[in-house]
């Protein structure tokens, strides 16, 4: 079975997508048909620094609302379109 694939808002350029949506929800639908595999790990790995740095409690409503203004901002805010400085894409891709 050939793998999905998405034109990633993050890396502008055609990349192995999500499995599924990430939420069952307009958001997730949204990061499912826009953003990678590998998007979607820099995100996690940004989300674990967020959650530090702000001690935010992952059951509190407005920290869940946070996050989500985050994430929204990460994938599709201005700049979203950029790779991160010093990113080296995975070996064997141009």
Known sequence: MAQRMVKCVKFGRELPGLA?????NELGRRI????SQDAWRMW???????VNEYR????????QL????????????EGAGTPPPGYVPPQGEP
Request: aromatic share 16%.
């Open 44 to 50: 996690i790995e940004h989300l674990k620094m967020i």
């Open 66 to 77: 946070r996050i989500r203004q985050y994430m929204e901002e990460f994938f599709f805010g």
């Open 56 to 63: 935010l409690n992952l059951a509190d409503r407005e920290a």
């Open 20 to 24: 599924e949506p990430p939420f069952d």
């Open 32 to 35: 499912y048909e826009n953003v």
